[in-house]
């Protein structure tokens, strides 16, 4: 499917979201779209798929003039997008989901739609098992369901928001090879990315946003050199990290099994200091998330047992490691972090948290105000959460972290954002370190683990394989930790 979008223009009330965009996409070609967090790509890709109007412009598919109302009617024309957060129904199985939107067979049983979903799994070399709660996937896994269910639609274009982060190395793998197969049959693929190297291993062709406007379109081999100065403008600067002493102990893990996540954890031992940035290295579901989760109290565990600042922890609920000064900040923004349909102001309002009563708006707005200002978010105090791009929405998150926080729980703390938010929120982040906030995260990218961390711990099927400090951790024993061919 040919695509070409004719000076697209879209209004959020004041925002000016797409500022006149051209974009043309020849047939059975992978192609990029690149731009920094708020850059507008969402919004362009949104309305060609059908789920916002455009405010002016044509959109052209096969060189016939399309308008869709719906993102139903988008579907009917061969258009479907994959969300960064995927669009499935947790409670459901994983063939349950796979049946969504596909017409009806009342006579196709249970067993045909599974060996269907079987057969095009296969074809990609997904394992995908069919009854399998679909909560319990990984969101590499889910987006390998939505991608055969999409093609098993019939999709002949497909549009992917940011599908590489909060992904594995190996998931990643698995999916370019997918959209390479994909483009080969002849269906278009539009990949809207943050990451040049994604770009560079799949994309022939990238159209670079930046403010709402195309900023420049480049054809493969790609040059960084030229890229940047796009997506940018001037190169974001080099984080600098200070070089810190770390002495007293403020999180301890000893002995610790849990179960959940792929793996659960087994007999995780490790100490924290205050000061200390730990990264959290491992293939999705290896243990960093049920480690991360139990350092917050939003899980228990099975053995072992935690301290906090001296004091035995095991078992306390969330909000007592809260009022202890943990503070957790968790990787689904919108489904766990934010609560869409709330404003900023709100947001403040909830997060005062106060005894009383009577809500102290004034107070709430008045923060909301200085929060927007002191982080950069783009929007206002009577913004929605949900209205705020993604970069926007983790500034969002880490300005309600409690300013009395001494513990703080990250996860994928960059997911989605563009290098320069990337160091933006690090350089926040290295900030509250250096007064002394331990802080944890966890990352699917190697590079921000060795970049932002004093200390490396990585998990591999639950256990913890390797625990080094940054200095030591050379990305090829690090690499090889992840990957499962080192224990200690
Ligand atoms: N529903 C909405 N209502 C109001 N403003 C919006 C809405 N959706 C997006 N915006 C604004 O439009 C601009 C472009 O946002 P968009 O999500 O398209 O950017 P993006 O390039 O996809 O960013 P990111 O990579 O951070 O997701 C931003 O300023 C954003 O705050």
Same mark, same amino acid.
């Given at each position: 499917?040919?695509?070409?979008?004719?000076?697209?223009?879209?209004?959020?009330?004041?925002?000016?979201?797409?500022?006149?965009?051209? $974009?043309?996409?020849?047939?059975?070609?992978?192609?990029?779209?690149?731009?920094?967090?708020?850059?507008?790509?969402?919004? $362009?890709?949104?309305?060609?798929?059908?789920?916002?109007?455009?405010?002016?412009?044509?959109?052209?598919?096969?060189?016939?003039?399309?308008?869709?109302?719906?993102?139903?009617?988008?579907?009917?024309?061969?258009?479907?997008?994959?969300?960064?957060?995927?669009?499935?129904?947790?409670?459901?199985?994983?063939?349950?989901?796979?049946?969504?939107?596909?017409?009806?067979?009342?006579?196709?049983?249970?067993?045909?739609?599974?060996? $269907?979903?079987?057969?095009?799994?296969?074809?990609?070399?997904?394992?995908?098992?069919?009854?399998?709660?679909?909560?319990?996937?990984?969101?590499?896994?889910?987006?390998?369901?939505?991608? %055969?269910?999409?093609?098993?639609?019939?999709?002949?274009?497909?549009?992917?928001?940011?599908?590489?982060?909060?992904?594995?190395?190996?998931?990643?793998?698995?999916?370019?090879?997918?959209?390479?197969?994909?483009?080969?049959?002849?269906?278009?693929?539009?990949?809207?990315?943050?990451? $040049?190297?994604?770009?560079?291993?799949?994309?022939?062709?990238?159209?670079?946003?930046?403010?709402?406007?195309?900023?420049?379109?480049?054809?493969?081999?790609?040059?960084?050199?030229?890229?940047?100065?796009?997506?940018?403008?001037?190169?974001?600067?080099?984080?600098?990290?200070?070089?810190?002493?770390?002495?007293?102990?403020?999180?301890?893990?000893?002995?610790?099994?849990?179960?959940?996540?792929?793996?659960?954890?087994?007999?995780?031992?490790?100490?924290?200091?205050?000061?200390?940035?730990?990264?959290?290295?491992?293939?999705?579901?290896?243990?960093?998330?049920?480690?991360?989760?139990?350092?917050?109290?939003?899980?228990?565990?099975?053995?072992?047992?935690?301290?906090?600042?001296?004091?035995?922890?095991?078992?306390?609920?969330?909000?007592?490691?809260?009022?202890?000064?943990?503070?957790? %900040?968790?990787?689904?923004?919108?489904?766990?972090?934010?609560?869409?349909?709330?404003?900023?102001?709100?947001?403040?309002?909830?997060?005062?948290?106060?005894?009383?009563?009577?809500?102290?708006?004034?107070?709430?707005?008045?923060?909301?105000?200085?929060?927007?200002?002191?982080?950069?978010?783009?929007?206002?105090?009577?913004?929605?959460?949900?209205?705020?791009?993604?970069?926007?929405?983790?500034?969002?998150?880490?300005?309600?972290?409690?300013?009395?926080?001494?513990?703080?729980?990250?996860?994928?703390?960059t997911?989605?954002l563009d290098v320069e938010s990337t160091h933006w929120v690090w350089?926040?982040?290295?900030?509250?370190?250096?007064?002394?906030?331990?802080?944890?995260?966890?990352?699917?990218?190697?590079?921000e683990?060795?970049?932002?961390?004093?200390? %490396?711990? %990585?998990?591999?099927?639950?256990?913890?394989?390797?625990?080094?400090?940054?200095?030591?951790?050379?990305?090829?024993?690090?690499?090889?930790?992840?990957?499962?061919?080192?224990?200690?």
């Amino acid at each position: 499917m040919e695509i070409e979008l004719r000076k697209i223009h879209k209004f959020y009330g004041p925002v000016h979201a797409n500022r006149g965009i051209d $974009l043309h996409v020849r047939s059975g070609t992978i192609h990029g779209v690149l731009g920094e967090n708020g850059a507008g790509k969402s919004t $362009l890709m949104k309305i060609l798929a059908g789920a916002t109007p455009r405010s002016s412009g044509e959109i052209l598919l096969d060189g016939r003039a399309v308008a869709f109302a719906h993102p139903a009617e988008a579907f009917r024309a061969g258009i479907g997008m994959l969300y960064q957060d995927p669009l499935d129904f947790p409670p459901l199985t994983v063939l349950e989901n796979f049946r969504v939107g596909q017409p009806a067979h009342p006579r196709k049983s249970a067993k045909a739609w599974a060996n $269907l979903l079987d057969s095009l799994c296969r074809a990609f070399g997904f394992y995908l098992d069919p009854k399998a709660p679909m909560e319990s996937l990984t969101l590499g896994e889910r987006q390998q369901l939505e991608l %055969v269910r999409l093609l098993s639609l019939g999709c002949r274009l497909l549009i992917l928001d940011e599908p590489t982060t909060g992904i594995s190395a190996a998931q990643k793998e698995l999916l370019f090879r997918a959209l390479r197969r994909v483009a080969k049959e002849g269906k278009t693929v539009l990949l809207v990315s943050h990451k $040049l190297e994604d770009v560079e291993s799949l994309c022939e062709h990238v159209t670079v946003l930046r403010q709402g406007q195309v900023t420049g379109s480049l054809s493969a081999p790609f040059d960084a050199r030229d890229i940047l100065p796009l997506m940018f403008g001037t190169p974001p600067a080099p984080l600098h990290k200070s070089t810190r002493t770390f002495q007293h102990v403020s999180l301890e893990f000893l002995q610790v099994s849990a179960s959940g996540g792929r793996a659960g954890l087994h007999e995780a031992t490790a100490t924290f200091r205050r000061g200390e940035v730990v990264g959290l290295a491992g293939l999705e579901g290896s243990g960093q998330g049920v480690f991360l989760r139990l350092a917050a109290g939003l899980q228990r565990s099975t053995s072992g047992h935690l301290r906090l600042f001296g004091d035995d922890c095991t078992g306390w609920s969330y909000h007592a490691f809260r009022r202890r000064g943990v503070a957790f %900040v968790p990787e689904n923004r919108l489904e766990e972090g934010l609560i869409a349909g709330l404003t900023l102001t709100e947001h403040f309002a909830l997060a005062a948290c106060t005894p009383s009563l009577r809500v102290p708006w004034h107070q709430a707005r008045q923060l909301a105000e200085q929060k927007v200002q002191q982080f950069r978010i783009r929007g206002s105090a009577n913004s929605h959460a949900d209205a705020l791009s993604g970069g926007n929405q983790q500034r969002l998150l880490l300005s309600l972290i409690p300013s009395d926080a001494s513990v703080l729980l990250l996860e994928q703390p960059t997911r989605g954002l563009d290098v320069e938010s990337t160091h933006w929120v690090w350089k926040h982040l290295l900030r509250l370190a250096d007064s002394g906030v331990t802080i944890l995260f966890s990352s699917a990218e190697l590079d921000e683990i060795l970049m932002a961390s004093d200390r %490396v711990l %990585v998990f591999y099927n639950g256990r913890i394989v390797l625990d080094v400090d940054a200095q030591d951790a050379h990305p090829d024993l690090v690499g090889a930790a992840i990957a499962g061919r080192l224990s200690l």
